[in-house]
């Protein structure tokens, strides 16, 4: 095997990580500009990302997932539903990804006796107005509509993420099975190291504030979260 050769296999075999880890990252790095946006601000970013989370727990509960439902050997068995090659993972997310809402919609028309759906959007969705009534009571409407914006795309990129996430660790549980050990001290390492910075504690992934709208009236005033 030459040196183009391997630097060829080396790149097919980092192809498949570095896509399941870029949603990730680009998580990390819209919420991270998100908490430093001086005009936005940690607490509600916060409070953006339960509300998605609520959002997610939601899409996570109607999305039928393969070999449900879920057992040790429908997860773990070679040649079972989650015994899928990264091609077919890929269809599997984007699948889900695509039918997720609509079932969440007909789930709360037709099938949500206990009203427990319901109850999860509908304190995403106080969160969310709040905050936005809150915003616009202080800041005025003009920007208000860049922290509502952002209110609803961090909302959303987390509950897409909560979804990605199940569907991941079940996927990685078939895939890795031992492994998975492996995996949780990579993740350890990356928490005391932050070589990518997936961890909040460290801010890594931002845009400059030059480039985010800034406050104009009072300035000088100290602004309440």
Same mark, same amino acid.
């Given at each position: 095997?030459?040196?183009?050769?391997?630097?060829? &296999?080396?790149?097919?075999?980092?192809?498949?990580?570095?896509?399941?880890?870029?949603?990730?990252?680009?998580?990390?790095?819209?919420?991270?500009?998100?908490?430093?946006?001086?005009?936005?601000?940690?607490?509600?970013?916060?409070?953006?990302?339960?509300?998605?989370?609520?959002?997610?727990?939601?899409?996570?509960?109607?999305?039928?997932?393969?070999?449900?439902?879920?057992? #040790?050997? &429908?997860? #773990?068995?070679?040649?079972?539903?989650?015994?899928?090659?990264?091609?077919?993972?890929? &269809?599997?997310?984007?699948?889900?990804?695509?039918?997720?809402?609509?079932?969440?919609?007909?789930?709360?028309?037709?099938?949500?006796?206990?009203?427990?759906?319901?109850?999860?959007?509908?304190?995403?969705?106080?969160?969310?107005?709040?905050?936005?009534?809150?915003?616009?009571?202080?800041?005025?409407?003009?920007? &208000?509509?860049?922290?509502?914006?952002?209110?609803?795309?961090?909302?959303?990129?987390?509950?897409?993420?909560?979804?990605?996430?199940?569907?991941?660790?079940?996927?990685?549980?078939?895939?890795?099975?031992?492994?998975?050990?492996?995996?949780?001290?990579?993740?350890?390492?990356?928490?005391?190291?932050?070589?990518?910075?997936?961890?909040?504690?460290?801010?890594?992934?931002?845009?400059?504030?030059?480039?985010?709208?800034?406050?104009?009236?009072?300035?000088?005033?100290?602004?309440?979260?």
């Amino acid at each position: 095997m030459d040196v183009l050769e391997l630097l060829s &296999s080396a790149a097919s075999f980092a192809v498949g990580p570095l896509l399941i880890i870029v949603p990730l990252l680009t998580y990390r790095w819209v919420t991270d500009t998100a908490a430093h946006w001086d005009l936005y601000g940690g607490f509600r970013e916060d409070n953006a990302t339960l509300a998605g989370l609520l959002l997610g727990i939601c899409l996570v509960a109607v999305t039928p997932l393969p070999g449900q439902p879920l057992t #040790f050997d &429908s997860v #773990f068995n070679r040649g079972g539903p989650w015994d899928l090659h990264l091609e077919a993972f890929g &269809s599997l997310v984007l699948d889900r990804m695509e039918v997720a809402p609509g079932l969440l919609l007909d789930r709360l028309a037709l099938d949500d006796e206990r009203l427990n759906l319901t109850l999860g959007l509908a304190m995403a969705a106080a969160l969310l107005i709040g905050r936005a009534a809150v915003g616009i009571a202080r800041q005025g409407w003009w920007h &208000s509509v860049a922290t509502i914006a952002m209110d609803l795309t961090v909302a959303t990129m987390t509950a897409a993420l909560t979804l990605y996430a199940v569907i991941l660790g079940l996927w990685l549980c078939n895939r890795l099975n031992f492994w998975l050990f492996l995996v949780g001290l990579v993740m350890i390492q990356e928490y005391r190291y932050n070589m990518l910075g997936l961890f909040p504690r460290h801010r890594h992934f931002r845009l400059p504030r030059a480039r985010l709208p800034q406050e104009i009236a009072f300035p000088t005033l100290k602004r309440r979260r």
